[in-house]
């Protein structure tokens, strides 16, 4: 598991842009535009490339066709990332929560 950029210990989160610039969050959003803008350019606009009548409106869809995805999968990657880091966090700042109750038990109760 890859840790952030930065650490958040006092609930401090890496910016969206630190998220969005990791290579593995890149990667996966780039991919999966390639595979599915692909299909859905050959969907949308399938006999234009065929027949090679593809105008200059044509090419500018299907561009757009290619962000989409791109931008879905970016989104749903950041957010995933944010809601682990959040949770890791909580979940330490929760942990040691606990052990400082339970040494402050253990010196009450003189165990």
Not at 42 to 49: E, F, T, V
Not at 65 to 80: E, K
Request: aromatic content about 10%; hydrophobic content about 35%.
């Amino acid at each position: 598991m890859r840790k952030p950029s930065r650490p958040f210990f006092s609930g401090e989160q890496p910016s969206l842009l630190t998220y969005c610039l990791e290579r593995d969050t890149l990667y996966f959003s780039l991919k999966m535009a390639l595979m599915v803008g692909t299909l859905l350019a050959l969907i949308n606009h399938g006999y234009a490339l065929l027949t090679g009548h593809v105008t200059s409106g044509d090419l500018w869809s299907i561009l757009l066709t290619y962000c989409v995805p791109f931008a879905v999968a970016m989104y749903s990657q950041v957010q995933g990332k944010r809601q682990r880091d959040h949770a890791r966090v909580t979940s330490e700042l929760q942990s040691g929560g606990e052990t400082q109750t339970r040494q402050e038990k253990r010196a009450v109760t003189g165990e």
